[in-house]
């Protein structure tokens, strides 16, 4: 700066030397401003992504363990669907579930059956009766209950390990099938070492357990829990098969190692992406994640290479040198695949008059529906499965658009696949189709343009599978899951998963919210008088006014028997509880037409507070499980009113 100040100075006059050295020395302030700030702003924009990364994995696995917990479900509604699971049917519903295509990560899909202590010699003889003779439940000892996997599917070498385990016997599965069992919703164990681990490949595991009942038991209380207990429906973890596919692109950036609970010790450690990595990285972020009953602590480092610190010249001039040189490779690549391409295409022509033959064969034999569409999307072959599929003729489709196929009112739909296809572009989607006798077929329809030398669109080739039956099971599994047959209310499990997202919501909002537990009054007089038939039309026709005297953001269920489970948001105080309470009480009371007979109920309410009463959602239920027994024990005395809080309150 000196040496060109002092140059300016004797080489220009003084009115043309100021201005151009203060603008020098300008420039060379805004030119270091400007390098500063882009280093700041590369710097940002790399905590930026970094951040973004986490979240995104964060959500991967949780999003993961959510879909897995639906597995369990579903598996849970085949029990209470049914009588009573055989085996077959087990490996049957699993295999339908095309775990390692659909669920990576999920080792299998088990149930582990309850077993009293006086029932152990009759449950292995029962498993050996069915084939296997040298069944029993391991480890051996007496203890006061057993549990046994007796499902496990795929039933391969390594889940055959685990055939008749007792999980009971080892503390860490045993604490989450009890919470599991307590709370009636699925519960996450902490690390174990899987009974299908050997010596190749060890790898930390978890288990998600899902509590099973006799169909129509009270589960009101965990008293009643135990005693209805058929075993759990639960699915094992191991966790580098579970976590690697949520790690993505993002893989080889950035290191995460994921520990059991809040405690970053090496005992507690699940999963380490990268075991020899950097103990001093440069960015980190830690996240916790809350599953099923137990949290996870995430610790995201990012993992920097050589080179990756460059400047912005620097990185100017290496992307253009990586970006020609890319494209040379792409040429290069490019023309040895079209030479390879042609030289294939050459010996195939040979072979595809042969081949034309067996070809048809199979096209006519295949279970799926295959078409051929011309330029125009109108048919120009339907195999026979095809044509049955859609009750038409097969010589009758010849010629008729594709979309003559479609639900009335999408005409866009056709514009834009046409322009799709003569893009060159293979899709694969979902479809209602419209069969010869009007009914809608849902199917999953796949296709693939032909193109001529010139690009332009000569054909399509239809693959069309009908999923029909398939989707409308999945709804009725998914409905019967969630809501009361009868009343078309939430069931008890699905309300208390709701109950711990709202439990959950509050803690971080800091709001109130109230849990009434609801019990008809001599329902089973009037069960007993009238008959069951009356008994269903009074509880069809409470929950009717239960939703009536309830907001649209409220929750509520049916528990079972004549009792009703509500979940009132952003709650003020007890005396806005209250208040919705004896509206329900008016309401309920109100005569009710049963069998030609006019009938009145009432009801008693028991009113528990978040937080005043408790901050989790057991003691929540206890407290007002508790007041409404109270306040039905005092109006039978003639001494209680209709609602009550829980006592002290």
């Known amino acids: 700066m000196q040496f060109v100040a002092r140059l300016l100075t004797q080489t220009l006059t003084p009115a043309i030397a ?126 006061s209950e057993y549990s046994a996997i007796v499902f496990l599917e795929p039933f391969d070498w390594r889940n055959q390990r685990a055939f008749g385990f007792d999980m009971l016997s080892e503390p860490v599965r045993q604490q989450a099938m009890t919470r599991a069992l307590h709370s009636g919703l699925p519960a996450l164990s902490g690390k174990v070492r899987l009974v299908q681990e050997t010596a190749t490949d060890p790898q930390a595991g978890v288990l998600l357990y899902m509590p099973l009942f006799r169909r129509g038991a009270d589960l009101g209380s965990p008293a009643r829990r135990e005693h209805a207990l058929l075993g759990w429906v639960y699915g094992p973890f191991r966790m580098n098969d579970l976590v690697a596919g949520a790690l993505a692109e993002a893989g080889p950036r950035i290191r995460l190692r994921i520990h059991d609970g809040h405690d970053t010790t090496p005992g507690t450690l699940l999963f380490d992406s990268h075991p020899d990595g950097d103990d001093t990285p440069d960015l980190s972020d830690r996240k916790l994640l809350e599953l099923d009953g137990r949290v996870w602590t995430l610790l995201f480092d990012d993992t920097p290479r050589p080179g990756m610190r460059l400047t912005a010249h620097h990185w100017l001039e290496t992307g253009a040198v990586v970006l020609i040189c890319s494209l040379l490779v792409l040429l290069t690549a490019a023309a040895a695949a079209a030479r390879s391409r042609a030289h294939a295409l050459d010996r195939i022509s040979s072979s595809l008059r042969s081949s034309e033959a067996r070809y048809s064969t199979l096209v006519n034999l295949s279970r799926d529906g295959i078409a051929a569409l011309d330029a125009k999307l109108n048919f120009s072959f339907v195999n026979p499965r095809l044509a049955r599929l859609l009750g038409y003729p097969e010589d009758s489709l010849i010629g008729t658009p594709f979309s003559k196929l479609w639900p009335p009112g999408e005409p866009a739909v056709r514009n834009r696949l046409l322009t799709r296809l003569q893009r060159g572009e293979p899709a694969s989607y979902e479809q209602d189709l419209l069969t010869a006798d009007g009914r809608t077929l849902t199917a999953i329809v796949t296709d693939a343009p032909q193109q001529g030398k010139d690009g332009s669109l000569q054909g399509v080739i239809l693959s069309v599978t009908d999923i029909s039956e398939r989707k409308a099971s999945e709804e009725r599994i998914r409905y019967l899951a969630t809501h009361d047959s009868l009343t078309g209310l939430s069931n008890r499990a699905s309300f208390l998963e709701q109950m711990n997202a709202s439990l959950l919501m509050a803690r971080r909002q800091h709001s109130r919210f109230a849990l009434l537990y609801l019990d008809l009054d001599h329902f089973k007089e009037i069960n007993d008088s009238l008959g069951h038939a009356a008994g269903d039309a009074l509880l069809i026709e409470t929950a009717q006014r239960l939703r009536h005297c309830l907001r649209a953001s409220d929750l509520l269920a049916r528990q079972g028997g004549d009792e009703f489970m509500a979940l009132l948001h952003d709650m003020a105080g007890m005396n806005e509880a209250l208040a919705v309470a004896e509206k329900i009480r008016r309401a309920v009371g109100a005569p009710v037409l049963l069998e030609g007979r006019e009938a009145v109920v009432s009801v008693s309410i028991g009113v528990a507070l978040y937080p005043e009463h408790g901050t989790d959602l057991d003691s929540l239920t206890r407290r007002a499980d508790a007041a409404m027994y109270r306040n039905k024990s005092f109006r039978r005395t003639g001494d209680g009113s209709a609602v009550t809080r829980p006592a002290g309150q």
């Open 18 to 143: 100021t201005p151009t050295l203060v603008a020098l020395v300008f420039a060379s302030v805004l030119g270091v401003m400007v390098v500063d700030r882009l280093e700041q702003a590369r710097g940002q924009s790399i905590r930026s992504a970094f951040a973004q990364d986490t979240g995104e994995i964060t959500l991967r696995i949780e999003e993961r363990l959510r879909t897995y917990r639906q597995v369990l479900k579903g598996a849970h509604a085949l029990f209470q669907a049914s009588e009573t699971v055989s085996r077959d049917e087990w490996r049957r519903y699993v295999a339908a579930l095309n775990l390692p295509a659909e669920y990576p990560g999920i080792q299998g899909v088990g149930f582990a059956a309850h077993i009293p202590a006086d029932q152990l010699a009759r449950h292995e003889r029962a498993v050996r009766a069915e084939g296997f003779p040298d069944y029993r439940v391991s480890p051996p000892g007496p203890r």
